[in-house]
């Protein structure tokens, strides 16, 4: 103990030198292991984060896709410029307009018959009359020969006429003049034309007979009322029938159209006499198709006077027939 209590620093240091050592070598391997370790650490860091940046690489790569597809983002946004070029381009191209321009053409086409229907519209349109008239047989488009007149002169026998017939029949004469139409349902020359019993109408209102009727079935009552009425039954125009017609005389036909009433006259108009020229008896009126000198016309004109032929039709209703003529009341004895 003593001994141990008298140690000296020299050997307690040495002693304590002795414990150490070892101590530093163990450190020192712990130390070198340590180092190892951590250098395998930092080896194996190394080696992730070049894994970490191999795999980053790709992170990159799909940046790169992004800022492709920014690029492609970029490029839409001028293909909107195209897109919008595309839908201009598209419109000009389109069919649209093509089809317009068919549609243009198909109006073009038709473009000369409305320009005509409204000309058509436009002529009822001062003409009332025409409006109620459903049965006004001559079509606006059935067109026949120029309306014709007769001068006095060309009459025979025309001066030694009574007074009061010849102002009739100039009065009749006078409105062939006028290039008048056939028009159902007008008694007035204003509205451009004149149906049958509206030009008798007419002519005897405007010369002294106020007691005329409109229509040609009352015409017809009106003359056989008066007892101046002479029925024919014969289809030959050199009947003894005929002896007894004058000029000035009225003329009824019935079947000439299809119409319902009683007495069934449709037809009417005024007896002229003969013609120089041809010798042939001729009429004033207005008439769709009557014929003078082998002609149809259509309107107020001159026509020959014929017998119409035997009925085709067993329907009475549209077989023309000539009925008889009478004198107008109060041209008695003129």
Not at 7 to 26: C, N, Q
Not at 102 to 123: F, G, L, N, Q, Y
Not at 215 to 229: L, P
Request: a positive charge; aromatic letters at 8%; hydrophobic letters at 30%.
């Amino acid at each position: 103990m003593i001994a141990r209590a008298g140690f000296s620093a020299e050997d307690s240091g040495h002693y304590s030198l002795k414990r150490t050592v070892p101590m530093i070598k163990w450190l020192l391997i712990v130390a070198m292991l340590f180092g190892a370790i951590c250098a395998a650490d930092a080896a194996e860091e190394s080696l992730g984060t070049k894994i970490k940046k191999i795999f980053a690489t790709p992170t990159p790569s799909p940046a790169r896709k992004h800022r492709k597809r920014s690029s492609n983002k970029a490029t839409p946004s001028p293909s909107p410029v195209t897109s919008p070029k595309k839908r201009k381009a598209s419109p000009t191209p389109s069919p649209t307009p093509t089809p317009k321009s068919k549609s243009k053409r198909k109006k073009i086409s038709p473009t000369p018959t409305p320009s005509k229907s409204p000309a058509a519209t436009e002529t009822p349109s001062p003409s009332p009359a025409e409006t109620p008239s459903p049965s006004n047989r001559p079509a606006p488009g059935k067109k026949g020969a120029a309306n014709v007149s007769l001068s006095p002169d060309e009459i025979a026998g025309y001066d030694s006429y009574p007074p009061k017939v010849r102002q009739i029949i100039d009065a009749g004469l006078a409105l062939t003049k006028q290039n008048l139409g056939y028009s159902y349902g007008s008694a007035d020359p204003k509205n451009g034309g004149m149906d049958c019993s509206g030009f008798v109408y007419y002519v005897l209102q405007q010369n002294g007979f106020p007691d005329g009727p409109r229509d040609s079935s009352q015409q017809y009552v009106w003359v056989r009322k008066a007892g101046n009425f002479n029925a024919v039954l014969s289809r030959h125009e050199d009947s003894f029938e005929f002896e007894a017609l004058k000029p000035g005389d009225l003329l009824f036909w019935r079947g000439t159209y299809n119409i319902d009433r009683d007495p069934p006259i449709t037809h009417t108009m005024i007896y002229l006499g003969r013609e120089k020229r041809t010798k042939k008896r001729v009429m004033v009126g207005a008439s769709d198709g009557r014929t003078y000198d082998g002609k149809q016309r259509f309107g107020v004109s001159v026509f020959d006077f014929k017998l119409p032929p035997p009925p085709t039709s067993g329907d009475a209703k549209i077989s023309p027939v000539f009925v008889g003529y009478g004198r107008i009341p109060g041209l008695n004895g003129q």
